[in-house]
T-cell receptor
Framework: DAGVIQSPRHEVTEMGQEVTLRCKPI?????LFWYRQTMMRGLELLIY????????DSGMPEDRFSAKMPNASFSTLKIQPSEPRDSAVYFC?????????????FGSGTRLTVV | EDKVVQSPLSLVVHEGDTVTLNCSYE??????LLWYKQEKKAPTFLFML????IEKKSGRLSSILDKKELFSILNITATQTGDSAIYLC???????????FGQGTTLQVKP
């Protein structure tokens, strides 16, 4: 099992550019979560999907952020336009059940730096 | 609003010491509490607790949940430098289906 796969591992971009982060969940998992981690705010849930359908996007900071899950094996998180305050580590996690009883498996994260 | 609070936020100890990390929560329709260890990369799963008073143990690490007082502790005995990490507590709600994380406790174990 390759685990949750995220790409790229590192991304450095200029302010105003579009950034796309990618995630491949573990096969068979039906829930997918996008988190953002900063020193100031810790791990924040941005959005999660259950069976490819967005369930709760209340954590998405603003309209510049969007996420899609076109099928069970792929999800993207897009930031357009990017700003320096978006700099953080973005984690994708997947689980078999979305009801909180089962632990997540996290990907290795994408470290985003916006200059 | 659901929230998870960890204490202390940071801790420095010497090898061989025993440490206790705390996690308190206020979550609607509590389902489970999980502990994670985060070193340089992604958080890795340690324990999941759903019932009060039942200790979970793995080597030098152990954890217990008190659903009446709404808290959990994570104990690490005979600490080693490899235990240096951020320890995250997260609570799952059956209402929302998501995990809410605390700020984490940064543990540094000195030789």
């Amino acid at each position: 099992d390759a685990g949750v796969i995220q790409s790229p591992r590192h991304e450095v971009t200029e302010m105003g550019q579009e950034v796309t982060l990618r995630c491949k969940p573990i096969s068979g998992h039906n829930s997918l979560f996008w988190y953002r981690q900063t020193m100031m705010r810790g791990l924040e849930l941005l959005i999660y999907f259950n069976n490819n359908v967005p369930i709760d996007d209340s954590g998405m900071p603003e309209d510049r952020f969007s996420a899609k899950m076109p099928n069970a094996s792929f999800s993207t998180l897009k930031i357009q336009p990017s700003e320096p305050r978006d700099s953080a580590v973005y984690f994708c996690a997947s689980s078999y059940r979305s009801l909180g009883s089962y632990g997540y498996t996290f990907g290795s994260g994408t470290r985003l730096t916006v200059v | 609003e659901d929230k998870v609070v960890q204490s202390p936020l940071s801790l420095v100890v010497h090898e061989g010491d025993t440490v206790t990390l705390n996690c308190s929560y206020e979550v609607t329709n509590f389902r489970s509490l999980l502990w994670y260890k985060q070193e340089k990369k992604a958080p890795t799963f340690l324990f999941m607790l759903t019932s009060s008073g039942i200790e979970k143990k793995s080597g030098r690490l152990s954890s217990i949940l008190d659903k009446k007082e709404l808290f959990s502790i994570l104990n690490i005995t005979a600490t080693q430098t490899g235990d240096s990490a951020i320890y995250l507590c997260a609570v799952g709600s059956s209402n929302t289906g998501k995990l809410i994380f605390g700020q984490g406790t940064t543990l540094q174990v000195k030789p």
